[in-house]
């Protein structure tokens, strides 16, 4: 129920629009992050990595301080907790091979959820280099999938794609 004033009938719609943006703004922040640790600087001039999030940011209207923040914990400056990269790599439904890259502060927490996932939809979480092998064949092995499968591996991707801390994720599902 959204009350009888027109700020209740409000609020709730603005608590909805404020959390879709504040997602967008987390995984923009963990990108802004990983790119600064890939071009080994927090100037746009010298990080061609950087100036790509970066214009990304701006169409998202992220605000300059988040930015300026995101950057900030990349480069050490000011004593926040450590995030650390992680890759993970599993099989969903049919055998489609899935890499995922994370930036989380929490190793333990993420890949728990990400174990959930892959259990959730019928997959399963693999070893380092179980999948990433499939990347160094040219051309890469693609899998086609139809039914109830297709159904399931798509739900999956979406699931990881949508989590907080994943920035991306591959298949070698043929679309």
């Known amino acids: 129920m959204s009350g009888h004033s027109k700020w209740s009938t409000i609020k709730h719609k603005k608590a ?3 959390a879709k943006r504040g997602a967008v703004f987390g995984k923009l922040a963990k990108k ?3 790119a600064v640790k890939q071009g080994g600087s927090g100037d746009v001039l010298k990080n061609p990595f950087l ?10 209207n992220m605000p300059s301080n988040n930015v300026r923040r995101a950057i900030d914990k990349a480069l050490g400056v000011g004593g926040e907790q450590v995030m650390v990269e992680i890759d993970y790599e599993g099989y969903g439904p049919g055998g489609v091979g899935i890499i995922i890259k994370c930036v ?3 190793r333990n927490r993420t890949g728990g959820e990400i174990r959930t996932c892959f259990d959730k939809y019928g997959g399963s979480l693999g070893e380092p280099g179980s999948v990433s ?3 160094k064949i040219e051309p890469v092995p693609m899998m ?5 499968d297709l159904g399931k591996i798509k739900d999956l991707l979406e699931t990881l794609e949508d989590h907080e801390d994943i920035v991306s994720v591959w298949s070698n599902l043929k679309q």
């Not at 086609?144 to 109830?148: M, R």
Request: hydrophobic share 35%; net charge negative.
């Open 16 to 18: 909805a629009t404020d």
């Open 32 to 34: 802004i992050y990983l």
């Open 51 to 60: 100036r790509g999030i970066l214009e990304e940011a701006r169409s998202a």
């Open 104 to 106: 989380t502060d929490n």
């Open 133 to 135: 092998y499939m990347k």
């Open 144 to 148: 086609e999938l139809v039914g109830q």
